[in-house]
C-alpha cells in the first residue's frame, strides 16, 4: 500500500506524459540561406559556356563592331554540352546569352545584334532555347548570363534609355525558356568606357518577381558573390555571412569578398569562376587544365564552402572540345576515387555531450555518417568542450579531413582541429581548421591511427556538425612529387596511371 502510495506521488511530481517529451532542435543563428540558396549551395558545381561572336575571331572582349555574320556554329549541340556537365558531375550549366560585345544569342527584338543576324541556320537559330530545352530533359538546371556593359548598344551610356533596354531583354529571356535557376551579371568594363549608371535594385526585383527560384550572382549579391578572383581560389577562411550594404558591385574589396564576414547581416554565399582554358571563350592554340590541376581547385573552392562555377567554352564547330572532355572525365573519376568511401564510415563514436539525452537520435553523433545536411550532431547547451571521439576499429591511413554544417541552422563554426592517437600512446594534432559551413576539404601529409578526435574550438552558437569523413587522396600528392621533374603541362592521365598502378608508401607526418 505504500508503495502504491509512493508511486502516485511520484507520478503527480513527475507527470509520466512528460517522459515522452523531446527536447526541440536549437535556434537557427541568423543569417539563414533561403530555399533558393541552400538548393544552389548543395549542387556543389556548375558549368559555364562562353559563346559568342568572340568564339570565331579569336577574341576575350569583343568590340561590339564585329559582323554577325560570322557566328556560323555549323554543328552546334546543345545537347552534348548538357550531357558533358552532367556525365562530369555537374548539375547546372548557365550561358553567357550576351557577353559585353552585345551579341544576344537569343532573337531579341531590341537589337538586330544577334542570332537573327547571323549566317548560322539563316538566321532563325536561337542559342538560349535550345540549351534550355536540352537542359530541361537532362533534368540540368539552367542560368544564364546577361552583361551589363555593352559595346554595340548606341544607348550605352544614357542611363534610362539603357536601362530600359537591359531590362526589356532580362524579360525576354526570363519569360521564354521556362524556369531559370541562376541570373549572373557583373561590373566587368573597360578602362575608358562611358559612364554608366546601372539600376541594379530594380533588376534585382524584376528578377526575383519573373523568376522567384533564381539565383542572383554579382560581385555583391544580392543572393551569391564573386568571390574576387578568377582563378577560382576562396579565402582558406570563407563565410557565407557578408553586409551587402560594405559591398558595391564593380568595386568590392576582393579580400572582403573572399573572406566574408564573420559579423555579417546578409547570407551571400560565394561562387569561384575559374576557366579550363587560358581564356574564356575557345581560342584553337589554347590546351585545358589538367584533371590535377582542376582538383586542386576543387579543394580551394567547393572545399572552402563555395561552388565552383568551371568555365567549358565550346568552339567554333559548337560543340564541346574533345580534349576538354577528357580531362572533365579524369576529374570526375579523381573525386569518385577519393570521395567515394569514408574511410570513418564504420567507426565507433563518443561525443562530449548529445543534446537532451543520448538517446534523442535527431541529435545522435552517428547523424555524421548520413547523407545530407539535414541530420547532425547537436552537442547539450551552455557548454564550451564540443568532441567527437572515433574508433575507426582499426589503423587506417588519411590526408583528407571532410567536414560539414547542417547550413540551413545558419554558419556557426569559427574554428577547429584534429587529433590522432600516435603510436606512443599520445594525442598529436593533425590539422586547424577556421570555417566550415556547407562544406570543408583540409589536406595534410598522410597519418595513420585508429583513434581520432575532432574537436571544435570555437563557435559563434552551439555547433552542428553534419558530417565528417577522412579519405586518401593518392593523386594529389603522386602529383605533387612528379611536377619536381616534369613539364608542367604535362596530362594528367599519366599520373592517373601511376596511381592506379604504382604502390602508396603511407608514411606518418603530423603538423
Same mark, same amino acid.
Given at each position: 500500500?505504500?508503495?502504491?502510495?509512493?508511486?502516485?506521488?511520484?507520478?503527480?511530481?513527475?507527470?509520466?506524459?512528460?517522459?515522452?517529451?523531446?527536447?526541440?532542435?536549437?535556434?537557427?543563428?541568423?543569417?539563414?540561406?533561403?530555399?533558393?540558396?541552400?538548393?544552389?549551395?548543395?549542387?556543389?558545381?556548375?558549368?559555364?559556356?562562353?559563346?559568342?561572336?568572340?568564339?570565331?575571331?579569336?577574341?576575350?572582349?569583343?568590340?561590339?563592331?564585329?559582323?554577325?555574320?560570322?557566328?556560323?556554329?555549323?554543328?552546334?549541340?546543345?545537347?552534348?554540352?548538357?550531357?558533358?556537365?552532367?556525365?562530369?558531375?555537374?548539375?547546372?550549366?548557365?550561358?553567357?546569352?550576351?557577353?559585353?560585345? *552585345?551579341?544576344?544569342?537569343?532573337?531579341?527584338?531590341?537589337?538586330?545584334?544577334?542570332?537573327?543576324?547571323? %549566317?548560322?541556320?539563316?538566321?532563325?537559330?536561337?542559342?538560349?532555347?535550345?540549351?534550355?530545352?536540352?537542359?530541361?530533359?537532362?533534368?540540368?538546371?539552367? *542560368?544564364?548570363?546577361?552583361?551589363?556593359?555593352?559595346?554595340?548598344?548606341?544607348?550605352?551610356?544614357?542611363?534610362?534609355?539603357?536601362?530600359?533596354?537591359?531590362?526589356?531583354?532580362?524579360?525576354?529571356?526570363?519569360?521564354?525558356?521556362?524556369?531559370?535557376?541562376? !541570373?549572373?551579371?557583373?561590373?566587368?568594363?573597360?578602362?575608358?568606357?562611358?559612364?554608366?549608371?546601372?539600376?541594379?535594385?530594380?533588376?534585382?526585383?524584376?528578377?526575383?518577381?519573373?523568376?522567384?527560384?533564381?539565383?542572383?550572382?554579382?560581385?555583391?549579391?544580392?543572393?551569391?558573390?564573386?568571390?574576387?578572383?578568377?582563378?577560382?581560389?576562396?579565402?582558406?577562411?570563407?563565410?557565407?555571412?557578408?553586409?551587402?550594404?560594405?559591398?558595391?558591385? *564593380?568595386?568590392?574589396?576582393?579580400?572582403?569578398?573572399?573572406?566574408?564576414?564573420?559579423?555579417?547581416?546578409?547570407?551571400?554565399?560565394?561562387?569561384?569562376?575559374?576557366?579550363?582554358?587560358?581564356?574564356?571563350?575557345?581560342?584553337?592554340?589554347?590546351?585545358?587544365?589538367?584533371?590535377?590541376?582542376?582538383?586542386?581547385?576543387?579543394?580551394?573552392? !567547393?572545399?572552402?564552402?563555395?561552388?565552383?562555377?568551371?568555365?567549358?567554352?565550346?568552339?567554333? %564547330?559548337?560543340?564541346?572540345?574533345?580534349?576538354?572532355? +577528357?580531362?572533365?572525365?579524369?576529374?570526375?573519376?579523381?573525386?569518385?576515387?577519393?570521395?567515394?568511401?569514408?574511410?570513418? *564510415?564504420?567507426?565507433?563514436?563518443?561525443?562530449?555531450?548529445?543534446?537532451?539525452?543520448?538517446?534523442?537520435?535527431?541529435?545522435?553523433?552517428?547523424?555524421?555518417?548520413?547523407?545530407?545536411?539535414?541530420?547532425?550532431?547537436?552537442?547539450?547547451?551552455?557548454?564550451?568542450?564540443?568532441?567527437?571521439?572515433?574508433?575507426?576499429?582499426?589503423?587506417?591511413?588519411?590526408?583528407?579531413?571532410?567536414?560539414?554544417?547542417?547550413?540551413?541552422?545558419?554558419?556557426?563554426?569559427?574554428?577547429?582541429?584534429?587529433?590522432?592517437?600516435?603510436?606512443?600512446?599520445?594525442?598529436?594534432?593533425?590539422?586547424?581548421?577556421?570555417?566550415?559551413?556547407?562544406?570543408?576539404?583540409? +589536406?595534410?601529409?598522410?597519418?595513420?591511427?585508429?583513434?581520432?578526435?575532432?574537436?571544435?574550438?570555437?563557435?559563434?552558437?552551439?555547433?552542428?556538425?553534419?558530417?565528417?569523413?577522412?579519405?586518401?587522396?593518392?593523386? %594529389?600528392?603522386?602529383?605533387?612529387?612528379?611536377?619536381?621533374?616534369?613539364?608542367?603541362?604535362?596530362?594528367?592521365?599519366?599520373?592517373?596511371?601511376?596511381?592506379?598502378?604504382?604502390?602508396?608508401?603511407?608514411?606518418?607526418?603530423?603538423?
Amino acid at each position: 500500500m505504500n508503495l502504491i502510495l509512493f508511486c502516485l506521488s511520484i507520478s503527480l511530481i513527475f507527470p509520466i506524459s512528460h517522459c515522452a517529451l523531446q527536447k526541440p532542435p536549437p535556434l537557427p543563428i541568423l543569417p539563414i540561406p533561403t530555399a533558393s540558396q541552400l538548393q544552389w549551395q548543395l549542387s556543389s558545381m556548375a558549368l559555364f559556356f562562353h559563346f559568342g561572336t568572340n568564339t570565331f575571331t579569336d577574341s576575350e572582349w569583343g568590340t561590339g563592331q564585329v559582323d554577325p555574320s560570322v557566328f556560323n556554329p555549323t554543328r552546334l549541340n546543345t545537347t552534348q554540352w548538357v550531357q558533358v556537365a552532367k556525365d562530369s558531375g555537374f548539375n547546372r550549366v548557365i550561358l553567357t546569352a550576351k557577353h559585353h560585345d *552585345g551579341f544576344c544569342l537569343w532573337p531579341s527584338e531590341y537589337t538586330d545584334y544577334s542570332v537573327k543576324s547571323a %549566317s548560322w541556320r539563316n538566321g532563325s537559330g536561337d542559342v538560349v532555347k535550345e540549351l534550355a530545352v536540352a537542359a530541361r530533359e537532362a533534368g540540368v538546371d539552367l *542560368g544564364l548570363y546577361l552583361s551589363p556593359w555593352d559595346r554595340h548598344e548606341v544607348c550605352y551610356g544614357k542611363t534610362l534609355e539603357y536601362n530600359e533596354l537591359y531590362l526589356g531583354q532580362m524579360t525576354e529571356l526570363l519569360t521564354r525558356y521556362g524556369e531559370i535557376k541562376e !541570373v549572373w551579371l557583373d561590373g566587368a568594363k573597360g578602362e575608358g568606357e562611358k559612364d554608366m549608371e546601372y539600376f541594379f535594385d530594380s533588376w534585382f526585383s524584376l528578377i526575383h518577381q519573373l523568376q522567384p527560384g533564381a539565383i542572383i550572382f554579382s560581385d555583391a549579391g544580392p543572393d551569391t558573390r564573386w568571390i574576387g578572383d578568377e582563378a577560382g581560389v576562396a579565402g582558406s577562411t570563407c563565410w557565407s555571412l557578408f553586409n551587402r550594404s560594405s559591398a558595391q558591385i *564593380g568595386g568590392t574589396d576582393p579580400k572582403y569578398s573572399q573572406g566574408g564576414d564573420p559579423s555579417g547581416h546578409d547570407w551571400v554565399p560565394a561562387e569561384c569562376d575559374v576557366s579550363i582554358r587560358p581564356g574564356w571563350f575557345w581560342h584553337a592554340l589554347e590546351a585545358p587544365k589538367s584533371a590535377i590541376k582542376l582538383l586542386d581547385i576543387y579543394y580551394k573552392s !567547393v572545399g572552402r564552402n563555395c561552388l565552383l562555377l568551371l568555365n567549358v567554352p565550346p568552339n567554333s %564547330s559548337g560543340l564541346i572540345s574533345d580534349e576538354d572532355i +577528357q580531362v572533365l572525365q579524369e576529374f570526375s573519376e579523381l573525386l569518385r576515387s577519393i570521395f567515394s568511401d569514408n574511410l570513418a *564510415g564504420n567507426a565507433i563514436l563518443n561525443a562530449s555531450s548529445t543534446r537532451g539525452s543520448i538517446v534523442d537520435s535527431r541529435f545522435d553523433p552517428y547523424n555524421i555518417f548520413k547523407e545530407g545536411i539535414y541530420t547532425y550532431w547537436a552537442p547539450e547547451e551552455n557548454l564550451s568542450d564540443w568532441a567527437l571521439h572515433l574508433n575507426l576499429q582499426e589503423s587506417v591511413s588519411f590526408n583528407v579531413l571532410q567536414v560539414q554544417e547542417p547550413i540551413h541552422m545558419g554558419q556557426r563554426v569559427m574554428a577547429f582541429h584534429l587529433e590522432i592517437l600516435n603510436e606512443d600512446g599520445d594525442w598529436r594534432r593533425v590539422v586547424n581548421g577556421t570555417t566550415v559551413g556547407y562544406q570543408r576539404l583540409l +589536406q595534410f601529409p598522410s597519418v595513420e591511427s585508429q583513434y581520432l578526435k575532432f574537436v571544435i574550438d570555437k563557435s559563434r552558437a552551439d555547433p552542428l556538425i553534419s558530417h565528417l569523413g577522412i579519405y586518401m587522396d593518392q593523386f %594529389s600528392i603522386l602529383n605533387s612529387a612528379f611536377n619536381r621533374s616534369s613539364p608542367t603541362n604535362f596530362y594528367s592521365s599519366q599520373v592517373l596511371r601511376q596511381a592506379y598502378t604504382q604502390p602508396f608508401n603511407n608514411s606518418l607526418y603530423l603538423i
